[in-house]
């Protein structure tokens, strides 16, 4: 059974830092891993979807990157800004099943 | 505008009124999913479809029903709702396949009494 994991659960920086959040699985039949972003009581998201055959995109002040050999992504967020707090998911495109499996999420607060 | 949207955004309802969430996207896409959000169990998914007329079980399908019968829609169905289902329910589609982009509604809160 596929398991995501996401560290930290929490995190608060000021604003300005430069900051990585992990997304690791147990399982390497993933196929692609997509981040969301969710805010209080708001839908998820879409940021970026990292396809199996990648290693890592970008969009803006964000960059993600997959290995699939050692069952982890990270989400780069440069130059945070108190915009940025929500919560991160990171969600793995499992190869079985036709869904997604989550992670817990990252729960970001950027101080102004 | 691209988007997949859902109905009611919120709801309160009693044990056993049946109800149904709608949802629709408009972008013609085939794979369409529901999933539920819950304090300290994320998000899991409840059935999904592939396509018109074909769904199949997620991961939490008790208590719930679905039916595809066009494209753009994907109602969930709750025919005899019950306090633990009380949770946040999201749409989400991709183009065909769950490991296409997937895309998700704004949420529908459900309360049951």
């Known amino acids: 059974k596929q398991e995501v994991t996401q560290i930290p659960a929490a995190l608060s920086v000021p604003e300005g830092e430069n900051l990585v959040l992990n997304c690791s699985f147990t399982d390497s039949a993933i196929y692609n891993l997509q981040w969301f972003r969710q805010d209080p009581g708001k839908g998820l998201t879409s940021l970026l979807l990292?396809?199996?055959?990648?290693r890592e995109q970008t969009s803006g002040r964000l960059n993600a990157s997959l290995d699939k050999s050692s069952g982890r992504s990270t989400l780069y967020i440069a130059a945070s800004q108190p915009g940025d707090s929500a919560t991160y998911l990171c969600?793995?495109?499992?190869?079985?099943?036709?869904?997604?499996?989550f992670g817990a999420g990252t729960i970001l607060r950027v101080k102004s | 505008e691209a988007q997949v949207t859902q109905n009611p955004r919120y709801l309160i309802t009693v044990t056993g009124k049946k109800l149904t969430v709608t949802c629709s996207q408009n972008m013609n896409h085939e794979y369409m999913s529901w999933y539920r959000q819950d304090p300290g169990l994320g998000l899991r998914q409840i059935y999904y479809?592939?396509?018109?007329?074909?769904?199949d079980k997620g991961d939490v399908p008790e208590g719930y029903k679905v039916s595809r019968k066009e494209k753009r829609n994907f109602p969930l169905i709750l025919e005899s709702p019950s306090p633990n289902q009380t949770s946040l329910y999201f749409c989400?589609?991709?183009?065909?396949?769950?490991?296409?982009?997937?895309?998700f509604g704004p949420g529908t809160r459900l309360t049951v009494l």
């Open positions: 479809s592939m396509n018109v007329e074909v769904t």
């Open positions: 990292i396809q199996s055959s990648q």
């Open positions: 969600a793995g495109h499992m190869e079985y099943g036709n869904k997604l499996v």
């Open positions: 989400a589609s991709g183009l065909d396949r769950a490991y296409n982009e997937q895309f």
